[in-house]
């Protein structure tokens, strides 16, 4: 294989020192991002764990057969929002199966019953009651998605995002993760990073690293992403996650990556990505997480005093206060971001439809954090 030189080509970043390549990702952070460290507090909903992919590492999805299958009702929906409002929850967080309704009956029946044809119309109504009945921002992860269902979902979500995963292909096979998951053929999802971009859409995606994937399939992946931030400044977050084995999923016995894995990827992607996008690592899928913030980290993604993590139910939130002091014992301040980045809430912004920029400027101060930081509550 060819070694992949990033930067200046004076460090290899698949086996290069790892403390040089994590100095140099450390700089470009703090030269960007400063001493600040950001999370945003959000109830997570998951609208449907119902999905036509069956990827093989996945615990959260669930076949239209079995009794823990379902799609939530309105009713739920709000009680979650008012539930995550009352705890000072800024971001309601829709994550979904991909368009279960294409592939089972079930589902389109479920979803008959409430009165659609299609999942995305749904999801768009639920983030507009959101939006009518509480203050929160709609950030929607609802995964590939066509020009019209962006059309749909724009003037009601704040934020959209799509994890890319990998750009390999040879994880589509038969005996690899993604096989016959239409949704996770790469140029679906990099067709769906292109069209958010031309729709000024603030978006989200990462890689989910040790799932069989190369390191230079790795960096591919990232450099996919930022030439599509190149085209049209549009990715506000690239999320670096690392596999976990869970007991009920094919992928049981699959070696985890490891810290220094995590940590080389971490630093490369600094490297290789825009300074201006923000490099995010989920702190509750490692009790090293503290480490990541010398590799290059500048956020923590969403933390929740209300819900789980649905697609890691095994791994709790940290609580606030300790990963507070975990930061500030790494001459870092914690701050509390909203769904949309600062950047993308001035007056003059394409990129968030008016009404919800209102909304997101109102809960802003003049740096664009949160206006009412919260982040040394207790997480229930």
């Known amino acids: 294989m060819t070694e992949t030189v990033i930067s200046t080509g004076a460090i290899c970043a698949e086996t290069g020192d790892l403390q040089t390549l994590m100095s140099h990702a450390r700089a470009i952070r703090d030269q960007q991002w400063g001493r600040t460290v950001t999370y945003s507090r959000k109830a997570f909903v998951p609208l449907t764990n119902m999905c ?135 140029l679906q999802r990099l067709r769906t990073l292109e069209r958010a971009g031309e729709k000024h859409v603030p978006f989200t995606t990462g890689l989910l690293i040790g799932i069989g994937e190369s390191f230079a399939e790795r960096l591919e992946a990232l450099e996919a992403i930022n030439a599509a931030h190149a085209r049209h400044g549009h990715i506000q977050e690239v999320i670096i996650q690392n596999f976990q084995r869970k007991p009920d999923i094919e992928m049981a016995n699959h070696p985890e990556p490891s810290l220094e894995d995590m940590l080389r990827t971490i630093a490369a992607a600094r490297i290789i990505l825009s300074p201006d996008i923000s490099l995010q690592a989920p702190p509750n899928l490692s009790a090293r997480h503290p480490a990541y913030l010398d590799a290059g980290i500048n956020d923590w993604g969403g933390i929740s005093p209300v819900t789980i993590d649905f697609i890691n139910p095994q791994h709790e939130w940290p609580e606030i206060r300790s990963l507070s002091q975990s930061c500030a014992d790494a001459g870092f301040e914690l701050r509390e971001r909203l769904t949309v980045y600062p950047r993308y809430l001035g007056a003059d912004s394409t990129f968030v439809s008016p009404d919800l920029l209102a909304r997101a400027s109102d809960m802003a101060e003049a740096s664009g954090l949160a206006r009412q930081q919260q982040h040394l509550g207790e997480l229930a």
Not at 73 to 94: I, S
Not at 131 to 152: K, M, Q
């Open 52 to 186: 036509r992919d069956t990827c093989g590492y996945c615990t959260f999805v669930k076949h239209p057969s079995s009794p823990e299958a379902n799609i939530m009702t309105p009713e739920q929906v709000l009680a979650t929002a008012k539930r995550g409002e009352r705890e000072g929850c800024k971001e309601l967080l829709f994550s979904l199966g991909e368009k279960p309704e294409l592939r089972y009956e079930a589902a389109r029946a479920a979803l008959a019953q409430l009165g659609y044809e299609r999942l995305t119309d749904y999801l768009a109504d639920m983030c507009a009651l959101v939006l009518r009945e509480t203050t929160l921002l709609p950030h929607v992860n609802a995964g590939t998605l066509t020009d019209d269902e962006i059309d749909v979902l724009r003037p009601v979500a704040a934020s959209m995002g799509m994890m890319l995963e990998t750009i390999s292909r040879r994880l589509t096979r038969k005996g690899q993760p993604h096989y016959a998951c239409p949704d996770k053929v790469p």
